[in-house]
């Protein structure tokens, strides 16, 4: 199973910077994929069974495509998408180990989703992730130089370094009550193709 470059010491820092609600909930963390391991999933993805999603979803306008758990489960992905399963399992333990740190509530069910923005895709607006996400969504950025701007409302989103390699945690609530501090971010310029595979968590 591929290693997460995450230093256990700083996992208490994470913690503390996502589950505070004096921060905006959002964490990125540089080089956590090794560079072989990107690169043959990104080949894995690039054959992936992509669909365009609607234009508008909840208010927010987005130009990509994608497939996850809802079309393709991630028990029943063939080999030849292995990979996917290989970091969703390395996710679950990085999840599991923050989670005693940040006093996660117990959810049933990872999700995954994989999304392509094509080249001169617009992205996707401002928006903030559903409430049926609990605890943490973690975003790994497989390919491609996007600006992804966070903060904890639409008018204080600012740009966030995320190059490939990369990992954007964004906080989700944990429990009842902490709908409201999940933050504001969206995708955007320049209009570069971009791959990334995000984890999610529900009840």
Do not use: W
């Amino acid at each position: 199973m591929v290693a997460l470059t995450i230093p256990p010491g700083k996992l208490e820092l994470i913690a503390n910077e996502l589950y505070s609600p004096a921060h905006a909930g959002t964490r990125i963390i540089t080089d956590v994929l090794p560079l072989d391991f990107r690169l043959a999933l990104l080949e894995q993805l690039r054959q992936g069974p992509f669909t365009q999603v609607p234009p508008i979803y909840h208010n927010s306008v987005q130009d990509f495509s994608r497939f996850g758990e809802d079309t393709h489960a991630l028990e029943s992905l063939p080999e030849s998408a292995g990979l996917i399963k290989e970091l969703a399992a390395a996710h679950a333990q990085f999840y599991d180990c923050l989670g005693h740190l940040a006093l996660f509530e117990p959810t049933a069910k990872i999700t995954y989703s994989a999304h392509h923005f094509p080249l001169g895709s617009f992205g996707i607006s401002t928006h903030r992730d559903e409430l049926r996400y609990r605890n943490l969504i973690a975003i790994y950025v497989i390919s491609g130089n996007r600006q992804f701007h966070a903060g904890k409302t639409r008018e204080e989103i600012a740009p966030l370094e995320n190059p490939p390699g990369s990992v954007i945690l964004l906080r989700a609530p944990r429990k009842k009550g902490e709908g409201k501090l999940r933050p504001y971010h969206c995708v955007t310029t320049p209009a570069t193709e971009r791959y990334t595979l995000s984890f999610r968590h529900t009840l």
